[in-house]
């Protein structure tokens, strides 16, 4: 049995996510189960328990307060990983700053790349794939008329239940705390 990895997300659930959701389907359809996100915390084993990394979480998280973001362009990783995303045009040191202040102690994790705020389209298998799915995406993303803008309020802790499937352990409001400071 293999060390269950875990993650922070901000779900998007809005046009830009809805979009997101539509195109992975259409590109890699066995990924569509994925909800779209921007992740706060990539994939790590913990230092510890699921309790004391929720702590950490509403200890952080209930001093960061509610903000918004605008995406900007299609991108892609390729050649590093066949992966095509939406990257954060406007305001994503939020992100950075969440992510750098939570990389710490149970959730602490060497990354093996340089965090980077983005909303994934699709993680592909082969850099040919990933190519043609920039394209496609690109064209799309260049026609979406609705909001670019994205208000991260909450983020949900989550563990990989098997390769790829991910479920959620947990919502962490930002700017407030889980359970009311008199209550404990």
């Known amino acids: 049995?293999?060390?269950?990895?875990?993650?922070?997300?901000?779900?998007?659930?809005?046009?830009?996510?809805?979009?997101?959701e539509r195109l992975r389907e259409e590109l890699h359809p066995d990924h569509t189960h994925l909800a779209a996100h921007l992740t706060v915390l990539p994939p790590r084993c913990l230092q510890g328990d699921e309790l004391t990394a929720l702590e950490l979480l509403e200890e952080v998280c209930s001093h960061a307060d509610p903000f918004e973001i605008t995406l900007g362009e299609v991108e892609s990783f390729v050649p590093v990983t066949p992966t095509v995303?939406?990257?954060?045009?406007?305001?994503?040191?939020?992100?950075?700053?969440?992510?750098?202040?939570?990389?710490?102690?149970?959730?602490?994790?060497?990354?093996?790349?340089?965090?980077?705020?983005?909303?994934?389209?699709?993680?592909?298998?082969?850099?040919?794939?990933?190519?043609e799915a920039y394209l496609t995406a690109r064209d799309r993303w260049a026609q979406f008329a609705c909001s670019r803008r994205i208000h991260v309020k909450e983020l949900t802790f989550v563990r990989e239940q098997e390769l790829n499937h991910w479920v959620d352990l947990a919502g962490v409001p930002l700017g407030r705390s889980l359970v009311s400071r008199t209550a404990r």
Request: charged share 25%; glycine share 4%.
């Open 1 to 20: 049995m293999r060390t269950p990895r875990y993650a922070l997300v901000a779900y998007v659930r809005d046009p830009a996510g809805e979009f997101v």
């Open 85 to 131: 995303f939406i990257r954060v045009a406007h305001a994503g040191y939020r992100l950075r700053e969440l992510h750098d202040r939570l990389n710490t102690r149970v959730l602490e994790a060497k990354e093996d790349w340089p965090y980077m705020p983005h909303l994934t389209i699709a993680k592909l298998s082969t850099e040919g794939q990933a190519q």
